[in-house]
């Protein structure tokens, strides 16, 4: 054994994953495609979000879904009904998903055509929040009847985000859900934070969040 | 799973630095973990006695973890405090204008390796 020498490496686990993913932003931007990871807990309504979302936006942008949830709480069908391509992605019963999945994933989606890809991420708020996925931004959904305490049972994920979509505000009548709190919580921990409370069921303040959204596309391709 | 996913980036790491000192084998890997990393020890040692078995580089390759404990800083009253007993909340003012100094990382130390 004495042939056996001692190699420091002094790496981060996520350092590799890291450099991956700024080659999966950088091939972006040439391609001039927009990727948003999309994070939430499973029954957030990610289905009925992102259909409303692709359905304000696809006369705009050309748009295209990943779908990487293990619990496959969204029906690609409904996906493929608004006109986005889709496909899904296999984690191999990973929790998240990391930069050369997704890497292989828009490969296989091929995004030449493409102004906006939605990776939909694996539903959880913890796992997913570690591994860069190679996204230009972050977004996570929370409903109302998740509670408000999320941001501080949660912090990583809020960390993470760019974005974050407070969603079932249609149901806030029924719901001890307190969104000045829930917005304090979350601007702790992340100050730049930007928030929408939105009702993908009713309509409600989608709007402003697809506005975002068509903005910060057109910016990156600018 | 998470673990598992921790362990297959540990392994592509090291197969990497393998490739370019070129090594014929790895006998042991140590990490750094931190008290609040999210990972667990014991599941990371099930995961990493699986998957190093798959690799021609380690496939007898020992898990070493050492613990890095968790500190937290106080924005407020600017006192240092241990993160797992005590929480967000400073134990000395009261403010949750807290951040965590160290104790989330998990980082690849050493390996020993012919």
Known sequence: MDRYKIIEVKESVFANNDREAERVRKQLKENKTFLLNLMSSPGSGKTTTLRRTIETLRDDLRIGVMEADIDSDVDAKAIADTGARAIQLHTGGMCHLDAAMTEQGLRELGTDDLDLVVLENVGNLVCPAEFDTGAVKNAMILSVPEGHDKPLKYPLIFTVCDVLLINKIDVLPYFDFDMDKVVAYAHMRNPNLKIFPISAKSGEGMGAWCDWLHQQVKSWQA | ?114
Request: charge should be negative; glycine fraction near 8%.
């Open chain 2, 1 to 114: 799973m998470h673990e598992l996913g921790i362990v297959f980036h540990v392994i592509k790491t090291i197969q990497q630095v393998g490739q370019e000192q070129g090594l014929q084998n790895v006998a042991s890997v140590t990490l750094e973990l931190g008290e609040v990393s999210g990972a667990v020890p014991h599941e990371l040692e099930s995961c990493w006695d699986w998957a190093v078995k798959r690799t021609e580089l380690m496939p007898a390759a020992k898990l070493r973890i050492e613990t890095i404990p968790a500190v937290t800083h106080c924005g407020q009253c600017g006192q240092d405090y241990s993160t797992v007993p005590q929480g967000r909340s400073c134990p000395y003012c009261g403010s949750e204008e807290t951040w965590l100094l160290r104790g989330d990382e998990i980082n690849i130390k050493e390996i020993e390796a012919i």
